[in-house]
């Protein structure tokens, strides 16, 4: 045996535990909010996640108990169910999960080796091969005109049928994000685009409630030492800066700071994706830099871009960057005048 | 109260230290043999003095310090040297050096001990004393003492820091020395501070020891110079020296050199006892304190001689339970598994455990790094562990230097946070002894690069130096002097006319009373002769014309 | 149009004449290929390559007279250096010049030396001390463990002697453990 004879109580699997936990508090408003068809994706997800994950640990020799059980496949399933529209037809997340699995993950090496954020890399196929599909989002229940029922969510999103030839637009609708984007292009102005009943008092009505749940799960996490706050800090304090100078330059054509800090995927993304340790950087500073560089980046193609929301790209171009970030941010070592790396090497 | 600073990270592993810490030191018992290394510290082994057979007594020099980084050893108790050979030693290679083996006659009869007076000696005098008596660096890793208590071209050291942290769990030796002792450490720290020519002295104790640091401080207060007892936080490694000397000065010792840099020194508490009874009393290193705990009977706290059997202090602490499938020396955290019970007691054991699976859990398999960086958090140096690992792993030994690996000090942090339960400190052994051996097989390679190449330059100016006294030879026979010419003439024909009487000397005598017919056919002979002689001398002749 | 392609030719003009300079003015000084190659190759000098050392041997590679592969004392690791040096393909140790043996040093038994110098004279780093009809030894630190030495001696009183390892130059570990399942 080596030492240290003794370690820690910390283990892969319980820190995706944690995740998983700290996701819940999200997931309950969800359902309370907007009925129970996240629950529908989020189980699609997990049992494509672990279907997939077990086929290709078994083709490439891997023990599979405990790559399976180390939880990273759920995670990603998690995430991804909760990135996507919830009343979706089944494919759909079963496609982007299998995609983020196989490709994104083990294709790259499994646990530990992948380049890019799986969910992300899930979500980004998903948005750009069925955008139709990606794009209609269930209505909160305060503003659909048809509830409907558990049954009749599994019916839509098996058999693609509701009840009675209601309407699709009765039980979805576009994101704030989306509405905001497509009511500026005709020329309103973001005062009276945010008169609409679907916003409430900072993005969407029931979305902005799921934000702040996935704050506290963050927070949650931070207190768990699972995350330290750099990435998320930097990422939401960029983002707020970015939206801050352009709204008030022009209030009327640029959404407040607060309204994208709480509408689309920033809080999921500032907290449970940017955070993801294997695709992110991992000195301090360069934490900082990768979380500014996201948040900038989303602000970006949220305002200019084309795409409803700019989370899952941001993480995705910034993954790229990663190696660049970590050499150039080494953090000075212990006695060392100065930084390790270039210039100090005997 | 004096300002703490804090080093990055550190860990909180379970202290286990109430095991032994309740009673007080005992004497092992004498054993029958005594192991005793001529390498027990760094630097070169020191040089037996002795033969198999001879008398020895307890505390006289067996082996001599051999070059200047080195220490003296003696002999533990009065005996015989039986044998001075290869036996296994405590390393975690499970490799046999050479040890000077003592068979104890049981009276334990000291040598004649003569105190010094320190203060008469001159510096350099003093510090060749200490390193006759054997002293060295007790913490762990035996640098040493007299080459650290060389103030240098500064002439002296403002800041002698004594570390009593003892940061490491189950642990217990320097916390009863400083309970039992304290005095004696404060005398043997007065030896230092005078050696250093010290302003401030301060001694360094972890907060989970309160009747250590009460000893301490009163003993302190007894002192004719002012020594500050501060209790530190209990946070692993605070006990490793550039940590205790960050924590207690905010200051850094320098990655490339030493802590005098910075004008601080450090030394282990049970240093500066063996200090004193070196000065004060004359006793050379024959003994440590030494915590044997773990899975044993009764976990105590022994004054052991040097190369006592460890089974012989596993036996005196009443034995190892059930379970006990091997022993560790020194803690949990950096310690490593002894090859075999027989092996000595040497200067570096600072403890002994008896360890078992339901003590130290063997831990899960490896998984694959996430990259958490939960290890550069804990890394009390502010390394980048993950990055490390992925350069020793890949035997990137260039690049993993780049990053500082020699600046590890193996603590263990990183491993013990680790989730993926990656054994890392593995790791940066393995590169940083690997990059030691290329070092040293690349020094190889060039010393017999420069040999061969010399020994080339001078097959070539052998060669020619040859060549030319060749052709001086030659040139000689060519044009010799016309002297020397005549001479060799006169010689030759000297030698012609010698041989020629010779000849004639030896002419026929039988010829004369012989008939004239006879003498005619003879005579004929001898024209026929002399014409056949003639005819092959004149081809030859002729051949050389052309 | 006329503009544009002076204007462009120009710039090429102008940057390659800068380019050119620079690579002039700022070269690299840079060690000739065979010191190169002499670094990686182990200094046995053996012989075992063909080539009367290893500077020859280095010499003949970097004329491409010789293949990377042929020297047994530097090992699989050496070949890797050497074809990562010349961005050439990595081949296995050519079995006709040996294989590769623990390192080992010559041992001359000095009860049967006879003193007839003739391993003095074979030794290519002069590691050997003695002279005629003089006993002689080796110096352990200076000898690369050629074993050029031992045909020559005419009572067969040279060992290589395997160097065993001992404390000191005892090496930790690569941690072995896999993730994947032994197929």
Known sequence: ?346 | MRPLYRFNGGVHPPQHKEESSGHPIVPAPLPARLVVPVHQHIGNPAKPLVQPGDRVLKGQLIAQAEGYVSAAVHAPTSGTVSTVAMHLVPHPSGLPDLCITVEADGEDRWIERQPIDYRELDASTLRNRLRDAGVVGLGGAVFPTFIKLNPGAQQRVPTLILNGAECEPWITCDDRLMRERAAQIVAGIAVMRFMLGSQEVLVGIEDNKPEAIAAMAEACAQSAFPIEVVAVPTLYPAGGAKQLIKVLTGKEAPSSGRSTDVGVACFNVATAYTVHRAVDHGEPVVSRVVTVTGNVREPRNFEALIGTPVSDLVAAAGGAREGTDRLVMGGPMMGFDLPSPEVPLVKACNCVIAASPALFKPAPAPMPCIRCGRCARACPVELQPQELYWFARAKNFGKAQEYALFDCIECGCCSYVCPSHIPLVQYYRFAKSEIWAREKEKKAADLARERHEFRQLRLEREKRERAEKLAQKTAAKAAPAPGEADAKKAAILAAVERAKAKKAAAAPRNVDNLPPEALEEIAKIEARRAQVRDMARRPVAEEKEP | MLAAILVMSGLAVVLGAVLGFSAVKFRVQDNPLVEKIDAILPQTQCGQCGFPGCKPYAQAIAEERADINQCPPGGEEGIRKLAELLGKEFKPLNAEHGAPKTKSVAVIDERLCIGCTLCLQACPVDAILGAAKQMHTVLAAECTGCGLCVPPCPVDCIAMVELREEIATWKWKYPVYQFKRAS
């Open chain 1, 1 to 346: 045996m080596n030492p240290p004879y003794v370690t820690g109580s910390s283990s892969v699997s319980t820190i995706m535990l944690k995740v998983l936990l700290a996701l819940l508090p999200a997931v309950a408003a969800y359902v309370l909010l907007f009925g129970p068809a996240i629950l529908i994706g989020i189980a699609l997800a997990s049992a494509t996640a672990l279907a997939c994950e077990a086929f290709m640990l078994r083709l490439r020799r891997y023990p599979i108990k405990p790559f399976l059980l180390d939880g990273s496949a759920l995670v990603t399933a998690w995430l991804l169910a909760l990135a996507m529209p919830p009343l979706a037809p089944w494919w759909l997340v079963v496609v982007g999960t299998a995609f983020a699995i196989v490709v994104a993950k083990q294709l790259y090496g499994g646990l530990g080796s992948n380049l890019f954020n799986p969910a992300m890399v899930g979500y980004a196929v998903m948005i750009i091969s069925f955008p139709a599909q990606m794009t209609q989002w269930q209505a909160p229940h305060a503003l659909a005109s048809l509830h409907l029922s558990f049954l009749q969510e599994l019916q839509y999103m098996f058999g693609g049928t509701l009840p009675d030839g209601a309407k699709l637009d009765a039980v979805t609708m576009a994101t704030p994000l989306d509405t905001l984007r497509t009511q500026l292009k005709l020329g309103h102005s973001v005062e009276t685009i945010r008169q609409m009943p679907i916003f409430g008092a900072f993005s969407g009505k029931g979305s902005e409630t799921v934000a702040w749940c996935y704050l506290a799960g963050g927070l949650l996490l931070w207190q768990q030492r699972v995350i330290t706050w750099h990435i998320p800090a930097a990422f939401l304090a960029t983002l707020a800066l970015a939206a801050g100078a352009f709204y008030l330059h022009d209030p009327a054509h640029f959404a407040p700071p607060w309204f994208h800090l709480m509408s689309g995927g920033a809080m999921l993304g500032a907290f449970f994706i940017a955070t993801d340790p294997v695709t992110g950087a991992t000195t301090p500073k360069g934490k900082l830099i990768f979380g500014a560089g996201i948040g900038l980046l989303t602000y970006i193609i949220r305002a200019f871009g084309n795409f409803p929301d700019g989370v899952a790209f941001a993480v995705l171009l910034m993954n790229i960057c990663v190696p660049l970030i970590d050499a150039y941010t080494q953090p000075r070592v212990f006695g060392h005048p100065t930084k390790p790396g270039r210039g100090t090497q005997q």
